[in-house]
């Protein structure tokens, strides 16, 4: 375990490989012209309509933990580059359906294979992404995940702290 790591919390140990990953992804993607955030968008995007589906913005932030509003920028921004667009959803005007255009397919399918090798990399100590190993590990995240925060409790417990 690197040095000084070993008394580390969980929550330290989750930011600091999320920060990780989040800058080798951002390393990864930057020569297909993407950020990290915009391929997180466009991956599920690409996922999602090869399901199918024509996610609204508000379904795709849903779906990726990204603020609605953040989403909108980032699809905005990927409309301009010609990866993706924007159209009214005509069930609801007021909502925004996505999907990817040609180029945005193929700058996905491409990216994803990057990421993947990244996440054989990042995995290897595990045994790879196909392990046991790493198979368990992403059921504990997916735990973690799903569990609710009660964000009342947490602001009780702060306010009996400070008094």
Not at 56 to 82: F, I, M
Not at 97 to 122: F, S
Not at 157 to 163: G, H, L, P, T
Request: no cysteine.
């Amino acid at each position: 375990m690197s040095q000084g790591l070993e008394k580390a919390t969980p929550g330290f140990l989750v930011w600091r490989l999320s920060m990780k990953w989040r800058v080798a992804v951002d390393r990864a993607v930057a020569p297909l012209g993407l950020t990290h955030a915009q391929y997180s968008l466009v991956a599920s995007l690409y996922g999602m309509q090869r399901g199918g589906e024509r996610p609204s913005q508000r379904r795709l932030a849903d779906h990726t933990g990204l603020e609605p509003l953040y989403v909108s920028k980032l699809a905005r921004a990927l409309e301009t580059a010609g990866l993706l667009e924007r159209t009214r959803d005509p069930r609801d005007p007021r909502a925004v359906q996505l999907a990817l255009t040609e180029q945005g397919q193929e700058v996905t399918a491409r990216a994803i294979k990057v990421v993947h090798g990244l996440l054989q990399q990042l995995l290897g100590p595990l045994g790879g992404l196909d392990s046991p190993r790493a198979r368990e590990f992403s059921r504990d995240l997916a735990t973690l995940l799903d569990a609710p925060l009660d964000h009342a409790a947490m602001d009780s417990e702060s306010d009996k702290e400070q008094s």
